[in-house]
């Protein structure tokens, strides 16, 4: 196996994993429990009225904070960083997954 199939298939394997993972995350926030966007907007009040925040500071921070807890958006964000922890993951397992084929020939290597 060459670094190069070894990354392959552990890339492919992250990828596919993550599109389950994502699509789980996505079926339960949006079907299962979909108060828990609501739990994470409190969370989120809660501790920025922690950090001495005005009233305006925090609003600006949790109209951005609704944007990005949608399902859609936790869906697309889960996807992007399966999909990058996947390349990292794969580029190091590669190292070590990759096999020498002693009759290569010398150039091959």
Known sequence: MTYGQAFNSCFLIGL????IGAIYS???IQFIYPGLINEILEQT??????QNLNEDQ?????EW??????????LISGLVMYAVGSVVIGLIAAIFLKKVDPNA???AL
Do not use: H
């Open 58 to 62: 925090i609003e600006a921070a949790m």
């Open 16 to 19: 596919f994993a993550g599109i």
């Open 65 to 74: 904070t609704r944007k990005f807890t949608t399902p859609v958006m936790r």
């Open 105 to 107: 020939p010398k150039s």
């Open 26 to 28: 996505f079926v339960f």
């Open 45 to 50: 009040r809660v501790k920025l009225q922690d």
